[in-house]
């Protein structure tokens, strides 16, 4: 329980570089519209947990996919990663105990 917001922290982090901070951009400078750009990185982000995430399977996929395009929105409008990062953040936190508490 004591690594868990650790670990919660890190993989928050880890995954709102790779997806909002490098991929979005990527995808930003290669559509001129953004909404296609956001639709794009939320679909990576989402296959990423099709199979390896929680939650996983085609429900995970479109949980994953639609709060992928909310973080999306939120680097877009803020044009920086700590307002998506804390909203990750607090998802893996309360996911990440949940988990521990259903199956410890």
Same mark, same amino acid.
């Given at each position: ?10 993989t928050a982090?880890?995954e709102?570089?790779v997806?909002? #901070? ?6 930003r ?6 909404l296609?750009? &956001?639709?794009?990185q939320? @679909? %990576?982000?989402?296959v990423?947990?099709f199979s390896l995430g ?5 429900? #995970?996929?479109l949980?994953?996919f ?10 877009? &409008?803020?044009?920086?990663? @700590? %307002? ?21």
């Amino acid at each position: 329980f004591v690594l868990v917001p650790v670990y919660a922290a890190l993989t928050a982090w880890a995954e709102e570089v790779v997806f909002r #901070g490098i991929f979005l951009e990527a995808a930003r400078a290669g559509f001129k519209n953004p909404l296609h750009a &956001n639709l794009l990185q939320a @679909a %990576a982000f989402a296959v990423v947990h099709f199979s390896l995430g929680f939650p996983n399977g085609v429900a #995970g996929y479109l949980m994953t996919f639609c709060y992928g395009f909310v973080l999306g929105c939120i680097r877009m &409008n803020t044009q920086g990663l @700590a %307002a998506p990062w804390t909203s990750h953040f607090v998802a893996d936190l309360g996911i990440m105990y949940f988990l521990c508490w259903r199956f410890l």
